[in-house]
């Protein structure tokens, strides 16, 4: 293997994975059990990207302008507990891998490259969507929401990698679909790419500057 990187870390949601329907059928089902209304798929994906907590917290936000409505702090944490359990239940049911996901990261292992999965989806959920694609085998790390103090976009889960590795931050490139993938590896000192299809808050990726943008995840095997 030549080559400057030794690990590749990847996001999960809107970069292996279209979890999009799945999420949004969990959030509306708890936001059903408290006669809140029905968010459309186009709006809860710009609510996707910042773990749990934030995603239903943007979601009671959108349901008080709607409605009205607030709830008490019972009340919001039971509906996240709702919410875990639905996402829980329907973890995969309508998710699906991108375009050349399984293919490409199996050739990246075959190649030598560690790879290692950082998102902010909560920890617990992390493995059994990998392995209800089965690909969990292929990563070396599985980071989550609970898996450290800090979160995207904060560089701490790409400096644990560097850490457990025994790498430089040069030597880690990370693959990520949102701004808080791209700042999180800008603030760790580590490559980026950009990919163009995933949950980006409706934002060109291009305009939080990767140092490469693609359209197809196929193409990692052209730049590493």
Known sequence: MKSQFKVI????????????????LSVNSALAEFNLPQAPESLVLTWIGNGADILIGRALDWAKAETGKSLNDDEIKQLKRRFGFYYGENICN????????????????????????VTNKPTKHVQPVLAAFGIDH????????????????HPAPLYYLCGKFGIYPHQLLFVGD??????AAHNAGCAVV???Y?????????????????DDFADLLKIV
């Open 198 to 214: 995933g949950y980006n808050y409706n934002i060109p990726i291009s305009e939080s500057k990767p140092d490469w943008v693609m």
């Open 194 to 196: 950009g990919l163009t």
């Open 94 to 117: 309508i998710s699906r891998l991108y375009l050349n996901v399984k293919e490409t990261l199996e050739q990246l292992k075959a190649q030598g490259f560690t790879l290692a999965v």
């Open 178 to 183: 949102s701004r808080n993938d791209i700042i």
């Open 138 to 153: 292929l990563f070396s790390e599985m980071l989550g929401g609970q898996s450290l103090p800090e979160i995207k976009p």
């Open 9 to 24: 870390g990847f996001d999960l949601d809107g970069t292996l994975v279209d979890s999009l329907p799945d999420l949004a």
